[in-house]
């Protein structure tokens, strides 16, 4: 009897180690919009809180969040994300690159938080050690605290058609519109 705890004592605690380390997945989308779906993902493995977590431009479905989600860390190269009525968090590092984000809200935190080109139709609020500011179009509110030990770079282009709102109590500078002029709509 005593045999057979311990064995399933073992399962469960390598069961829940194996929860615990990350993997990539990237969206394929190829069966539905359904984020909970295994065949929308690269691996055939729905992606959970440890993992990253890519969109690129070329899925035949756009992800679509059917509940509340967190991911470790998550890029967004071209493609749509829906976030219906409901929240993604991401902990990590964060790439805006391109693509379309709306409804919903973003709460991010992580070390990097990069928005380079992505339009953004949901609320975002943001905690990270420093962030990239270079070209996208925010449409809803922008709430965005720095604590970082390294600079914040922005080379402008940014569109902010709602309120913006930062926080900065990081150790460096936090720099916005160095090259090109950032437009604050919503003030």
Same mark, same amino acid.
């Given at each position: 009897?005593?045999?057979?705890?311990?064995?399933?004592?073992?399962?469960?605690?390598?069961?829940?180690?194996?929860?615990?380390?990350?993997?990539?997945?990237?969206?394929?989308?190829?069966?539905?919009?359904?984020?909970?779906?295994?065949?929308?993902?690269?691996?055939?493995?729905?992606?959970?809180?440890?993992?990253?977590?890519?969109?690129?431009?070329?899925?035949?479905?756009?992800?679509?969040?059917?509940?509340?989600?967190?991911?470790? %860390?998550? $890029?967004?190269? =071209?493609?749509?994300?829906?976030?219906?009525?409901? !929240?993604? #968090?991401?902990? &990590? @590092?964060? +790439? /805006?690159?391109?693509?379309?984000?709306?409804?919903?809200?973003?709460?991010?935190?992580?070390?990097?938080?990069?928005?380079?080109?992505?339009?953004?139709?949901?609320?975002?609020?943001?905690?990270?050690?420093?962030?990239?500011?270079?070209?996208?179009?925010?449409?809803?509110?922008?709430?965005?605290?720095?604590?970082?030990?390294? %600079?914040? $770079?922005?080379? =402008?282009?940014?569109?902010?058609?709602?309120?913006? !709102?930062? #926080?900065?109590? &990081? @150790?460096? +500078? /936090?720099?916005?519109?160095?090259?090109?002029?950032?437009?604050?709509?919503?003030?």
């Amino acid at each position: 009897m005593q045999t057979k705890y311990i064995l399933t004592t073992m399962l469960l605690v390598l069961s829940s180690v194996t929860h615990l380390l990350s993997a990539s997945y990237i969206w394929t989308g190829t069966s539905s919009s359904n984020w909970n779906t295994a065949g929308n993902w690269s691996s055939g493995i729905i992606p959970g809180v440890a993992d990253f977590i890519t969109l690129n431009s070329n899925a035949p479905n756009n992800l679509v969040l059917d509940q509340n989600r967190t991911v470790a %860390n998550f $890029t967004i190269n =071209g493609d749509t994300l829906d976030l219906g009525t409901y !929240t993604l #968090t991401t902990t &990590g @590092v964060t +790439y /805006f690159n391109g693509g379309l984000v709306s409804n919903g809200n973003l709460n991010i935190s992580g070390s990097l938080c990069h928005f380079g080109g992505a339009t953004i139709n949901a609320r975002i609020e943001a905690s990270c050690g420093y962030y990239h500011m270079n070209g996208g179009v925010f449409l809803k509110p922008v709430v965005l605290v720095s604590s970082g030990t390294s %600079n914040t $770079t922005g080379t =402008g282009s940014n569109i902010f058609e709602d309120s913006l !709102t930062i #926080t900065h109590s &990081g @150790v460096f +500078y /936090f720099t916005m519109g160095s090259s090109t002029n950032d437009f604050l709509m919503g003030l």
